[in-house]
């Protein structure tokens, strides 16, 4: 319910801000024009201006905070952010016209719809706050009643919560405390009971809500959800977790009056991600298919190069640190380990990352199958059984995870993947490792199956360039 008020309220004030909009260019087209009898041309020929007007205003005023209801507590703090906003938005829309060479449009007209825009824009919020303050401080028939339980700093605590956010207006009614509390911080209610208490007090007062801050046995709770539920009064639960600057909060319903509480930095639609799996499994069997090709076209040739099998196994990391064996075409000699260690010095990456463009351990028929990342191929076998994914971050070795600060761990929360956004900038165009970990954590943080399907798009065009080493 409180989200629901804050988006009404996000979207009544959006609404009055496009009419606002509206009203200020059709009455600068009336004073540039008709007012003095000026030939401007018709009306018509400057409503376009809006499909420009209305998006530079929406972002300047989200960017104010113009949107968040608690910006409207404070009328000097109000003004700042019009100011703010009106010369930001009217910086976009003179940048926009002067890209686009608008020659037609009249830089009167342009002139005075800023100033008229701001002096109605900043008139429509002071009215908002002013209308907000009085219904604030004026008992409202329609103003929600709620009645508090928990103790008096929750109380206060939730009391400073409500004054603000607009959103959040509601009339406390008192507080009902578990227990005499002795100091504390002041409340500006009255303390009218104990949570026993309840019934008797719904029974002779208008109660809209009844908000529980602190935890309490589960017989009192217990007590308290059938007092409310018996008049459908609304009870809600009041949950403090902490802030987190990654992820998102959800609550999951797990039957018998138990909820959930999961912070999670991953994605955690069940559906999407099933049909990340089918899309998974189908891209898998058709590039074992290609694979198949690839082995009895090059098989043979890798094999005589490098004195092994054509097939190159190697533990790597997983999501959340699962170990697997990753499979490519051997495509370097068969000491390349041995002589990792003296080529370090030589490493064109920064961290935790080995990369050399001219390795010396990659072998002819190696280097034809890595201009086109035709090594990987084998690694459809890892998606197949569900080890990798067709887009993901890049599976890091061993001693590559050995290396990382806790930071590098959030890259692995995720399936690693064939292909992905670091590997579309490839070839040192990102050789910094702190880079590589912010692209694959903007990839987990957006993910979505659009953009996987573009990322494997975008691959495919890489494949047939020809371009990498």
Known sequence: M??????????????????????????????????VNANIGPFANYFW???????????????????????????????VAVIRSQIMAALLLLSSMYITKSVEVSRVLTQLFIVISFCAMLLQKVALHTVLERRRRRSSFHCPRILLVGSAFDSARYINLIDSHASMMAEVLGVLTPTDEVGGPPVRVPIIGRPADLQGILATKVVDEVIVLTQLWPAIMERIAMACAMRGVVMRLLVEVPQASVGAWRADDCGG????????????????????????????????????????????????????????????????????????????????????????????????????????????????????????????????KGEMSLVGTRPPTEDEVREYDPHHHRRL?????????????????????????????????????????KILLATIKKVFRGDAW
């Open 2 to 35: 409180l989200v629901a008020r804050q988006t009404f309220l996000r979207q009544a004030v959006a609404s009055c801000d496009v009419l606002t909009l509206a009203a200020a260019l059709t009455l600068s087209y009336w004073l540039r024009g008709p007012a």
């Open 49 to 79: 201006m809006l499909w420009v007007i209305v998006p530079a205003w929406f972002v300047s005023l989200w960017f104010a905070g113009l949107y968040r209801s608690g910006t409207y507590r404070s009328l000097a703090r109000l003004v």
């Open 257 to 384: 009056g138990l909820f959930l509480l999961s912070l999670s930095a991953v994605p955690q639609d069940v559906m999407w991600l099933a049909i990340k799996r089918a899309l998974d499994i189908v891209g898998a069997l058709a590039g074992l298919m290609v694979c198949l090709v690839a082995w009895l076209l090059y098989g043979r040739h890798l094999k005589r190069e490098t004195g092994a099998s054509a097939f190159f196994r190697q533990y790597r990391v997983g999501q959340n640190g699962r170990r697997f064996v990753l499979y490519k075409f051997r495509t370097m000699h068969r000491d390349a380990e041995q002589r990792l260690k003296e080529l370090r010095s030589q490493n064109q990456m920064q961290g935790p990352m080995f990369k050399l463009e001219h390795d010396p351990r990659v072998t002819a028929t190696g280097q034809r199958l890595r201009s086109r990342h035709l090594d990987e191929l084998p690694q459809f076998w890892n998606v197949f």
């Open 413 to 453: 929360s995720m399936k690693p993947g064939l292909t992905g956004l670091w590997q579309l900038n490839g070839n040192l165009s990102v050789n910094n490792f702190e880079e590589v970990v912010k692209l694959d954590c903007d990839y987990i943080d957006h993910w979505s199956l659009g953009r996987d399907l």
